[in-house]
């Protein structure tokens, strides 16, 4: 199966925002990230064939992530892609065996990111 996300990813890991609660520390991703994850998630829906998802068998992910400003971490943009992907399409980011074949393309008009999940 392919997806396809709009718009530049936005990494889970970077810009973290940390609240205190008494001595507990929150750690939260950035605002850019939840937007970036919230957008892509209603754009998700509408590409997932009806049946049964998310699945709970191993997969193999190969993503393209197109962006346009800055090169973004690829193991970022990884982390990033299957956190987002969880509960949606698949039930955990553990199910994930390998991400042969992903990579990061420069895009300055069209960026996005492509992705293949193979089911095994």
Not at 111 to 117: A, K, L, V, Y
Request: glycine content about 6%; hydrophobic content about 30%; proline content about 5%.
């Amino acid at each position: 199966m392919t997806f396809k996300i709009s718009g530049s990813i936005r990494s889970k890991k970077n810009s973290r925002q940390i609240f205190g609660a008494g001595k507990r520390k929150i750690n939260i991703p950035s605002k850019a990230y939840q937007q970036w994850e919230q957008d892509a998630w209603k754009e998700l829906h509408t590409q997932i064939p009806s049946g049964d998802f998310p699945v709970f068998s191993p997969v193999h992910i190969k993503a393209t992530f197109f962006y346009k400003g800055n090169r973004p971490d690829l193991h970022g943009s990884m982390e990033s892609l299957a956190d987002c992907l969880q509960g949606l399409i698949i039930d955990d980011d553990r199910q994930i065996e390998s991400w042969d074949g992903s990579r990061t393309i420069h895009c300055k008009d069209n960026p996005r990111t492509e992705f293949e999940i193979n089911i095994y």
